[in-house]
């Protein structure tokens, strides 16, 4: 049996580091350990792994932003696809989470960040996806909050489902998205004032609608975990509490309650 070269590890990884700086950097170090043969040399041989590897990001990236590319089109979505894998090369071990930065990336980098929708786009997209891959759990339901002793309610504090995804807009996005989802002409891009958006998940669907911004603030502090007695008090209107709570409940935002102990005598 032959025996181990004792320097067959540290040999190994550093073939490993200089094989991954060809593939994310082009570094031509690994070239020499390369074998050399006919008909593609070591630079044609390794242009294929290189090509592959980014090739294979841009389609976990397609597979996550179809409206992106609906708006950006084929030729713009590759190049942006592609100077973000430049940007930030692959450190996840599964790919669903490799495009958590594009949002970002498209509002700082230009071209892309000369067209908001594109950043608003892959922000909207990127809330979709984690309203739908978050944790199961129940929805709150109405029939639950009716067997609370009435005495108990100012201490009553919310839960919201972890499906719960609160965004701001700026664009259009949405009706863009909904569009492209259809197979529909893609309406052109329109900007106005920042928009508060609900999505939320029912029967392993995401649903998304406005807020207008009164509702927005009083969602967010019931959010936050505020206590019915104190939202009330600041939202004046025990009619418009009761709308809200029952609008939200039908949305399923909420997963449960929890009860603030009593105060002392």
Known sequence: MARRSPHAGPDLARLQREFQDYVLQRDPAVLQRV??????DSAARMQIYAEGYELRLLEALQTDYPGLSAI?????????????????????????WYGERLSQFLESAPPWSDRPELAEMARFEWAMASSFDALDAACLSRDA???IAPDSWPRL?????????????????????AAQSRGEAVPASDRGAATAWL?????????????????????????????????????????????????????GAFAGYALEPPSPP
């Not at 504090?157 to 998205?177: C, D, G, K, Y």
Request: charged content about 25%; overall charge neutral.
């Open 145 to 147: 909050l009716v067997r």
């Open 72 to 96: 950006a089109g084929p030729e713009q979505f590759d190049a942006l696809g592609r100077a973000y894998i430049a940007a930030h090369p692959s450190s996840f071990r599964n790919l669903r």
């Open 199 to 251: 999505l939320t998940r029912r029967d392993f669907q995401v649903r998304f609608r406005s807020m207008a911004p009164e509702e927005a603030t009083a969602f967010d502090r019931l959010a936050g975990r505020m206590d019915f007695a104190q939202w009330c008090s600041e939202l004046g209107a025990a009619e418009r509490a009761v709308e809200l709570l029952n609008q939200w409940l039908a949305d």
């Open 157 to 177: 504090s919310f839960i919201v489902h972890p499906a719960v995804q609160r965004i701001e807009l700026t664009t259009n996005v949405p009706a863009m998205w």
């Open 35 to 40: 074998r050399q043969t006919a008909p593609a």
